[in-house]
């Protein structure tokens, strides 16, 4: 891995939405699970491909030339574009950046492999109350 997943404290500050992964220019992309294209198209200067899954679940992928279109069906493994030549500043070496969300909250995309980062919250009691039970 070349940059793990880093959320920011708050939605708008500064951080790291998704991991990198080393891939060489050419090499392909595959969807990491069945679903339904949204997103295949230039964006900032990068290509980048998003895929909406069950579950409310999606990954982007970038920066990809995509081989898809929206609208596509894709199943697990297929691919769905190969990676750009030059990652810009994003990465000192080339790379894949691979997202996951679940409406507008980024999650570690390696838990969808059993392999993210776990954070707990604390539990919280006022007067017998938990946050679940207000």
């Known amino acids: 891995m070349v940059r793990r997943f880093d959320p920011p404290a ?3 500050l ?6 990198d992964l080393p ?24 290509g980048v491909v998003t ?8 990954t982007t992928y970038l920066p ?14 297929q691919v769905i574009g190969t990676i750009e ?12 950046h691979w997202g996951l969300l679940r409406g507008r909250l980024y999650l570690d995309p ?13 539990r919280w009691s006022v007067g017998g109350a938990t946050p679940a039970s207000r």
Do not use: K
């Open 10 to 12: 708050q939605r708008w």
């Open 14 to 19: 500064a951080g790291h939405r998704g991991v």
């Open 23 to 46: 891939a060489r220019p050419g090499e392909t992309v595959m969807a990491v699970g069945p679903g339904i294209v949204r997103v295949a198209e230039r964006i900032a200067g990068r």
């Open 51 to 58: 895929i909406s899954h069950s579950g409310g679940l999606r």
């Open 64 to 77: 990809v030339r995509a081989l898809v279109r929206p609208g596509d069906l894709v199943a697990a493994g």
């Open 85 to 96: 030549e030059g990652s810009g500043a994003h990465c000192a070496v080339s790379c894949l």
């Open 110 to 122: 390696l838990l969808l492999f059993g392999r993210g980062q776990v954070r707990l919250l604390p």
